[in-house]
């Protein structure tokens, strides 16, 4: 190959090694120029083709290794979407009455753009899954411990109730001598209403408060053969109140606050009454009832 500048131009001749023949080319150097860059830009898209089909092939090998998830793990894993609905929805089953979960359920969660979200179809934004998992999470777990205190809050609530209702006998042993309702009268020898029930048993058995109250009246002194005798209400509020009458001695006085299973006399045969006995009445809302239907035990 022999170059020459003659006028600015560039011969090339080509020789060939096995024979004397050659041949010959001329080219301005404006030509020269524009066949290097040709010639550079075609080097350089070959070796970008390379790269992108080397890239590719790897992508693909790559993304056939990737071992899929089983279907029954897809299935089971829970969708934000799906926790929002069991949110939202959350049915108070023996809370029907729950502020919290109806506030809960009239509400809807809309997740808002943040930067670094982007738009799909319909100009809604999609936020990352996780981050809503994670939140839902949490508030799960707050309204879980809210129900808890809620629960105990209840709980509390009519444990202190209970407490106020005469649900126990209010002597340790002695056997129900006369019951609550029509009866004959032992002194008139006629039928008459009984407001209450009698529990024989030895003078001096300790009588308790069956709940809580307070003492409306403790009376000590009485008539022989005329009214209960001895004698003490407590009031246990909601209109309860339970009378104890012919008892031997008082332990209490008017105010006082009882505590069920407090001592509150001692049985006797004070006032109207054949024998040493406890004459037990219960009143709701100035009516009388029969204790044997509030006690439990």
Not at 88 to 101: K, Q, R, T, V, Y
Not at 164 to 180: M, N, V
Request: aromatic share 8%; charged share 20%; net charge positive.
């Amino acid at each position: 190959m022999n170059f020459r500048k003659e006028n600015k131009r560039v011969r090339i001749q080509v020789f060939s090694g096995t024979s004397s023949s050659y041949k010959q080319y001329e080219l301005s150097w404006h030509g020269m120029i524009m066949l290097g860059a040709l010639t550079s830009l075609g080097i350089s898209l070959l070796f970008m083709g390379c790269y992108l089909i080397v890239d590719t092939f790897y992508y693909e090998i790559s993304f056939a290794a990737e071992p899929a998830k089983p279907l029954a793990q897809q299935e089971s894993e829970p969708q934000p979407a799906a926790k929002i609905q069991t949110v939202s929805h959350a049915s108070a089953d023996g809370f029907p009455n729950n502020p919290l979960l109806s506030m809960l359920a009239a509400s809807r969660v809309e997740p808002q753009a943040k930067q670094g979200d982007y738009p799909e179809e319909g100009g809604q934004y999609r936020t990352d899954s996780s981050k809503i998992g994670v939140l839902l999470d949490s508030l799960e777990n707050k309204i879980n411990k809210t129900i808890e205190k809620h629960e105990q809050l209840n709980f509390e609530e009519v444990n202190a109730q209970l407490q106020h209702i005469p649900s126990i006998k209010p002597l340790a042993g002695g056997r129900i001598s006369d019951i609550f309702g029509k009866r004959q009268d032992p002194f008139q020898q006629r039928t008459a209403h009984h407001n209450g029930i009698d529990i024989a048993a030895p003078k001096g058995t300790l009588v308790y408060a069956p709940a809580d109250g307070i003492v409306e009246k403790a009376q000590t002194t009485y008539r022989i053969n005329k009214g209960y005798g001895r004698m003490v209400i407590i009031n246990h509020g909601k209109g309860i109140k339970t009378r104890f009458g012919h008892l031997h001695k008082v332990f209490v006085k008017p105010g006082q606050k009882i505590n069920r299973y407090d001592s509150i006399g001692l049985v006797g045969s004070t006032g109207r009454s054949t024998g040493p006995h406890l004459h037990y009445e219960l009143w709701d809302n100035d009516k009388a009832v029969d204790p044997l239907e509030f006690m439990i035990k």
